[in-house]
């Protein structure tokens, strides 16, 4: 199986910072990766697929880059609703693997 | 409007059976692959099942041989049958469409969940 290591596992930012999270694979997935943010109670919500194409209706504050084991997930200008818990997922082979999460936390 | 919505959790003893259903609407069923992916009370996600649109099927390792996906294109609905459930098995049951037809992502419509609650 294909293991995903997020980093970091959680972040305290304020408003209108920019953050910064990584995903690693533990093998080559091309661009096979998607990022996705679930808030508490509630199912979770597609950011990016392919890497860094940015799923429709999602605002262009984020952004997604990487390819073949390194990955990234960047938010600009934090905004209150910004604030959940961030996952990513590869979709290059069975079974898929998702990381195990990063809570963005305010500051 | 593109939904899905699952149905058929509940509370179930150990090594009982329960099976869920995922109801589609607004967009072409027939033409998209569907998973099924779990979350336990207060963990992370966890990928379960998925079923293409000519019904190539995987598992987990840690549902394998214990569930059964299917759909049936008629009813425009995915479905999971869970049989000798486990304590582990609690968890929100989401089915998860991929972004466009006949791609393999998960990145597509997802429902609000069903929670499966093992317990004695």
């Known amino acids: 199986d294909i293991q995903m290591t997020q980093s970091p596992s959680s972040l305290s930012a304020s408003v209108g910072d920019r953050v910064t999270i990584t995903c690693r694979t533990s093998?080559?997935?091309?661009?096979?990766l998607a990022w996705f943010q679930q808030k508490p109670g509630k199912a979770p919500k597609s950011l990016i697929y392919?890497?860094?194409s940015l799923q429709r209706g999602v605002p262009s504050k984020f952004s997604g880059s990487g390819s073949g084991t390194e990955f990234t997930l960047s938010i600009s200008s934090l905004q209150p609703e910004d604030f959940a818990t961030y996952y990513c997922?590869?979709?290059?082979?069975?079974?898929?693997?998702f990381g195990q999460g990063t809570k963005l936390e305010i500051k | 409007e593109v939904q899905l919505v699952e149905s058929g959790g509940g509370l179930v003893q150990p090594g009982g059976s329960l099976r869920l259903s995922c109801a589609a609407s607004g967009f072409t069923f027939n033409v998209y692959n569907m998973n099924w992916v779990r979350q336990a009370p207060g963990k992370g996600l966890e990928w379960v099942s998925y079923?293409?649109?000519?019904?190539?099927?995987y598992y987990a390792d840690s549902v394998k041989g214990r569930f059964t996906i299917s759909r049936d294109n008629a009813k425009n609905s995915l479905y999971l049958q869970m049989n000798s459930l486990r304590v582990e098995d609690t968890a929100v049951y989401y089915c998860?469409?991929?972004?466009?037809?006949?791609?393999?992502?998960?990145?597509?419509?997802w429902g609000r969940g069903t929670l499966v609650t093992v317990s004695s």
């Open positions: 093998q080559a997935i091309s661009n096979s």
């Open positions: 998860a469409s991929a972004t466009d037809p006949y791609k393999y992502d998960i990145s597509g419509q």
């Open positions: 997922q590869q979709y290059y082979t069975y079974p898929y693997t």
């Open positions: 392919g890497a860094s």
């Open positions: 079923i293409g649109t000519t019904s190539a099927i």
